[in-house]
């Protein structure tokens, strides 16, 4: 049986610089923790391309994040997504996408479903 995947979305880039997306990163490498500490498989994509912001135009990663995310199963929020406009596009493929999308508030909620 194959195991479902959590896509950790939310805002990565910063009105505060670097420090800002390093508290974005951290915000959900907590999140991933979590998640991970109860057997759930769980990408971040802010993990994946951490402060890689001069390897490639960023528009690549956010292509790539989207690929990924299509072959999740669920996608968790973390706090202020709201903010990002990213996430608010990332939320708008996934429900298009059939993609069931869970706010940080619901987390418990999840993975309660992933563990029956």
Request: hydrophobic fraction near 40%; include cysteine; charged fraction near 30%.
């Amino acid at each position: 049986m194959k195991k479902s995947i959590v896509y950790i979305a939310g805002q990565y880039r910063s009105k505060y610089g670097k420090l800002g997306i390093i508290v974005n990163i951290w915000k959900a490498r907590q999140l991933a923790k979590k998640l991970w500490a109860k057997g759930i498989y769980t990408i971040t994509p802010h993990l994946n391309s951490a402060l890689m912001d001069s390897v490639c135009d960023p528009q690549v990663f956010l292509d790539g994040d989207i690929e990924i995310m299509k072959r999740c199963n669920y996608v968790l929020l973390i706090p202020k997504w709201t903010d990002s406009k990213g996430t608010i596009n990332e939320i708008k493929i996934a429900l298009e996408n059939k993609i069931r999308v869970f706010d940080t508030h619901e987390t418990d909620e999840l993975i309660d479903i992933l563990r029956d």
